[in-house]
């Protein structure tokens, strides 16, 4: 079975901070993506990555940057948190391919106080 | 703005009943229309998918229903159980560029079946 870690189930920031959050997945795949989760919207693509040191800009990367030194790691980066950015964030992989389905982890909710 | 646009957004059945979850969509350049579900504390999971160049596919229980026309699919549970509450998207698939492909989320629709 496919794991996708995200290393913190809840975080607590406080505006202007530096965030970090990190997901760690098990099986070798390619893609790596971030969305994030709000109550009406659903889950908006902010990056993704399609291999090692590639990024890609997604619907809403506005605040956010990543990074992806190695294939089974994709970090997203919060430079000045701001409240707007409290949400559940949650982490997908992949392998490539037409029908290749999103593995999520459990997510990680960050409030920004 | 909302490229895939799903409704309800809740849904409250009997047991046994048969929800009808509707998603819509613009972007031709969509060639995969998968559903995901999502429990409580858990990210979303692959639920079923559907092809544009089928009108229906079944597994179990859920039915993808598509009409490629009308740029729209919808997702059907027959004999619905108490065990299938939870939050369901609909998702459309593109290309990105290359083999990267980008997927593209309806906003949710949250089923509570009643027992």
């Known amino acids: 079975d496919v794991k996708v870690t995200q290393s913190s189930r809840y975080l607590v920031k406080r505006t202007g901070e530096k965030v970090f959050l990190e997901c760690v997945q098990d099986?070798?795949?390619?893609?790596m993506f971030w969305y994030r989760q709000d109550p009406g919207l659903g889950l908006r693509l902010i990056y993704f990555?399609?291999?090692?040191?590639?990024?890609e800009k997604g619907d809403i990367p506005e605040g956010y940057s990543v990074s992806r030194e190695k294939k089974e790691r994709f970090s997203l980066i919060l430079e000045s948190a701001s409240t707007n950015q409290t949400s559940m964030y949650l982490c997908a992989s992949s392998v490539r391919g037409y029908n290749s389905p999103l593995h999520f982890g459990n997510g990680t909710r960050l409030t920004v106080t | 703005q909302q490229q895939v646009k799903q409704s309800p957004q809740s849904l409250i059945v009997q047991k046994g009943g048969i929800p009808i979850i509707n998603c819509a969509y613009e972007n031709t350049a969509f060639d995969y229309f998968p559903w995901y579900q999502q429990f409580p504390g858990k990210g979303p999971a692959l639920l079923i998918a559907?092809?544009?160049?089928?009108s229906e596919k079944k597994e179990g229980r859920f039915t993808i229903s598509f009409n490629k026309s009308a740029k729209q699919f919808s997702l059907h549970i027959m004999d619905s159980q108490p065990g299938d509450s939870a939050t369901y998207f609909c998702?459309?698939?593109?290309?990105?560029?290359?083999?990267?492909?980008?997927?593209?989320f309806g906003s949710g629709t949250q089923l509570t079946v009643l027992p």
């Open positions: 559907i092809r544009p160049d089928v």
């Open positions: 990555s399609y291999d090692v040191k590639m990024k």
């Open positions: 998702a459309a698939s593109s290309l990105f560029s290359g083999s990267a492909r980008q997927l593209t």
């Open positions: 099986m070798d795949h390619e893609n």
